[in-house]
């Protein structure tokens, strides 16, 4: 990164190109349609803010989704949403790009699940033409990552940035999310998961694991998406030396991880976004849905009958969603899966009541 980076933030062409990433799909939404009004005015108070550094970021709005769990999304307005795409696009995503390493597969432009998934197959198979299908599997995942991400520590990770006006604006965004105190230590923790930036912070912010992992315990076959992290060896205790240490790294980052995390057999099979991996002993790897996943999905295909039975979805809605989930389910091995259930998925109107004329 330059010592001028945050140039990038007062420059009109990227501020409207931020604008269109942001209104993607939301142009019927109110607060888009208002500041669209007068966009170019909104635009320039932006850069103009950003210039003369009066910059706040506005308050948090709070909402809630199911589905696959139950979450607590914190989002900004459309007018930092704006803000939050300009910066991630042209500074922090070139900046974090040089510094991450390669398996570190979240949010980031030509990986994500598809990708990290592949990784992990491609890992089993390179394990099984050295070591056939003995070994072990460490699967670990961090209890409650995002809100238990330091501010403090993660202001000290991102002191060495070159531009002070880059660092003071993101300095800006961290504390303008109150977070939760630890009762401890007494410091802030905690970032909101309706952030741009918080994606591309959470995934920096297990870069001293990667490292360590990688570089001092010299594991090769090694995938992380966000805090969910694979690793695979032929010895059961060098994975043990492993956890131990990533226990102290964790605990520095002031982190702990979940009961999820632990070492099994290659055999066993290992959960891993959405799927369950199987090495087989010809050194094929299965893709399996994992069972709380096939229930979603019946749950949700029961769901959109109901919904339109009663005329509340249309078949094209439906149409959409069914061969979006189908089309994931197609990276693993659910052919017969999906010929069983969508087999037995038929959709129905409810009948039309008769209204009496009154005669």
């Not at 002993?281 to 849905?289: A, E, N, S």
């Amino acid at each position: 990164m330059e010592n001028n980076a945050f140039d990038a933030m007062l420059d009109f062409q990227n501020m409207y190109r931020a604008y269109r990433r942001a209104a993607a799909g939301k142009r019927d939404k109110n607060e888009v349609i208002d500041f669209e009004l007068d966009l170019s005015r909104n635009l320039w108070e932006v850069i103009h803010q950003m210039e003369d550094k009066t910059y706040r970021v506005g308050g948090y709005h709070k909402f809630m989704i199911y589905d696959p769990k139950e979450r607590k999304i914190e989002a900004l307005s459309f007018r930092d949403r704006v803000v939050q795409h300009c910066l991630c696009d042209n500074i922090l995503k070139p900046y974090f790009e040089d510094r991450l390493i390669y398996d570190n597969a979240a949010c980031r432009e030509g990986k994500g699940t598809d990708f990290a998934r592949d990784r992990l197959t491609a890992f089993l198979r390179e394990h099984y033409r050295k070591h056939g299908a003995n070994g072990y599997i460490l699967k670990y995942d961090i209890q409650h990552y995002f809100d238990s991400i330091d501010h403090e520590i993660l202001k000290e990770m991102l002191k060495d940035i070159p531009d002070r006006n880059v660092l003071g604006l993101l300095y800006h965004i961290i504390r303008s999310y109150e977070g939760t105190t630890d009762s401890k230590m007494g410091r802030t923790k905690g970032l909101p998961l309706g952030n741009q930036t918080s994606q591309w912070f959470a995934l920096y912010y297990l870069d001293p694991m990667d490292r360590l992992i990688k570089e001092r315990m010299h594991i090769k076959h090694y995938v992380r998406y966000m805090d969910d992290g694979v690793l695979i060896h032929e010895s059961k205790d060098c994975l043990k030396e492993v956890l131990r240490q990533m226990k102290e790294k964790a605990k520095e980052l002031r982190l702990e991880f979940n009961q999820k995390t632990q070492i099994m057999p290659i055999s066993e099979g290992v959960d891993f976004l959405g799927f369950r991996f199987y090495l087989t002993d010809t050194g094929k790897v299965i893709r399996r849905l994992r069972t709380s996943n096939k229930r979603r999905w019946k749950r949700r295909l029961k769901k959109y009958k109901e919904e339109y039975r009663v005329g509340n979805r249309s078949l094209e809605e439906i149409g959409r969603s069914v061969a979006s989930y189908n089309g994931h389910l197609a990276h693993g091995h659910t052919w017969k899966l999906r010929k069983k259930v969508m087999g037995t998925f038929v959709l129905t109107h409810a009948p039309k009541e008769e209204v009496s004329d009154g005669l």
